[in-house]
DNA sequence: CGTGTCCTTGAAGCGCATCAATGTTGGTGG
DNA sequence: CCACCAACATTGATGCGCTTCAAGGACACG
């Protein structure tokens, strides 16, 4: 991938990158950061459909399909290395196992859509919600990006506003807000100044309707 | 893709072909017929992630991730053209055009969940329901599986049965049926004996609450 | 003619949305 | 240095859209 790489850019936070509809020349890795992918339904209604860590890749669909089906805007400030849409074509040539990992990615994307789909539409929001946090941190923890925390939690960094996790997970503020609280007061998960802590990520996991080993994500290949 | 393909079978309603958490040798095309893929949420729930139409490539996830995200069941009797997921890599370095056609396809179903997402997170049931139809005629409609119906109508076979369409939108069987009687009452859409007949596409456009253009698919690749 | 599958309709109740107001924090300019 | 404002978090009250429970109808099939 270094070959095709064109540069390394740091975007202040809260910048739209992508937008949803157009076409786009670029797309990132994102090397430092934290950022979401969001879907505009009408005006003053979004839907999250996921939010970016390090090591992910942003804007495929745009090298793929003429534009953007969804918006990416950062949250903290990032880290990102550039590429060319153009070049991936000259990839798939030189490189086939860089194409099969691409298609991968796509793949294992619209795997995480369609799980997303199965909790937003046949949980409860409580079940809902243990399930995104419990999804979140497994896979940064496969990331590195946690910290354990006692016998079997692990924290991490989650700068996001309550408003990204409503619209993520298609509910209000105000029933997100007790939702978390919810969890809070039964030491599921506290999210507070930007910080996850799971205490306990089985106990998560079944208050998720749902075991560790089916939440964890697969491995992945970097690109 | 004829270079990789293996066989040519037909498939009776009602059947499983692929089980999500298991891995799949083969992947399919399917060439007549409908079905849906799904996911198991616990005991007697479920989740539709997507309706399978003539043309439509089955079980790309399994080739590519260890094993499936998703289980796949025949609607009705279905033909499918059978390709061997070992041949999938060395088709990546011969012909990088189908590698790179894989990953649109792959792209192109993230994207058509991104969408389902935000119809059920963000849209009423009515809108919901609205946006699958005006969704499912508009794609068949590319596939040439419709028949006009009036100046600005279409129809064409629909052969699920509504508990599909209630686990596809996350609403139970009763809300579904009451939703599509009221769809039929305003003279939207009428679903019966397995015929969905949309008199004005634009109408149920605006009942989505977006317009055509927007609903409507991209150009696709042939596999 | 009974049995299973799917569709339909009514009634009751709950989970969530919406409305409204207040608290908290950080930034900005007088 | 404080008054002010904007952005985000929190909490209570009210009501609707949906789920769930229940029952019955239509049709196909052995």
Redesign the pocket.
Known sequence: MRRIKRDEIVVAPNTTLLTEGYASNNLYTALAGFGLRHKTVSTNRRQVVGFTFPGDLIGLQGGHMGRMGHSFLTTTQMTLCVFNRADLVGLYAEQPERGFDLTWLAASEENFLGEMLASIGQR???QAMAWLMLRTILRCRALGLTLPLGQDGASMPFPY???DIADSL??????T??T??KLRARDLAAW?EGQLRVPDLVALGEAAGTDIATASPMPRPLV
Do not use: D, E, F, P
């Open positions: 409860s929001a409580m506003r309550q408003q298609g509910l209000s503020l105000v029933h807000n007790k978390l609280a507070t």
